[in-house]
Nanobody, 123 residues
Framework: QVQLVESGGELVQAGGSLRLSCAAS????????MGWFRQAPGKEREFVAH????????NYAGSVKGRFTISRDNAKNLVYLQLNSLKPEDTAIYYC????????????????WGQGTQVTVSS
C-alpha cells in the first residue's frame, strides 16, 4: 500500500504559477503509476495528467496541455505538478493518485488517493 499527501495549493492570480507536490509513503514508490486529478465545485473529478513509473512517459488533459507539467523524483518519493499560466477555470481541489497496474485517465483506475490540495485562481 501507499499513502499520499498533497501540498502546495493556494490562492493565486490568473496568469500565475504554482507547484503542487505529492509525497508518498513506503519503499516501493517507483512501481506506481502516478496521476493528478482535479475536482471543481459541483463537477466530477477529472483527469489532469499522469506519469509512468520511470517518469519517461507523460500525458495530459487537453485543457492543461502546454501549461502544466507532471514530474516525479523516485529517490524522494515525490510527484509534482507544475501549473503555469493559471486560469480561473483551473480552480479546484487537486488530487494525487497511484496505481500499480495501469496508467489510466479515469478515477476508478487508481487504487490510492490523497486528501487533495485546494488551488484557487482569482481573475
Amino acid at each position: 500500500q501507499v499513502q499520499l499527501v498533497e501540498s502546495g495549493g493556494e490562492l493565486v492570480q490568473a496568469g500565475g504559477s504554482l507547484r503542487l507536490s505529492c509525497a508518498a509513503s513506503g519503499r516501493t514508490f517507483s512501481v506506481y503509476y502516478m496521476g493528478w486529478f482535479r475536482q471543481a465545485p459541483g463537477k466530477e473529478r477529472e483527469f489532469v495528467a499522469h506519469i509512468s513509473q520511470s517518469g519517461g512517459y507523460t500525458n495530459y488533459a487537453g485543457s492543461v496541455k502546454g501549461r502544466f507539467t507532471i514530474s516525479r523524483d523516485n529517490a524522494k518519493n515525490l510527484v509534482y505538478l507544475q501549473l503555469n499560466s493559471l486560469k480561473p477555470e483551473d480552480t479546484a481541489i487537486y488530487y494525487c493518485a497511484a496505481d500499480r497496474v495501469r496508467l489510466g485517465t479515469r478515477t476508478f483506475e487508481y487504487d490510492y488517493w490523497g486528501q487533495g490540495t485546494q488551488v484557487t485562481v482569482s481573475s
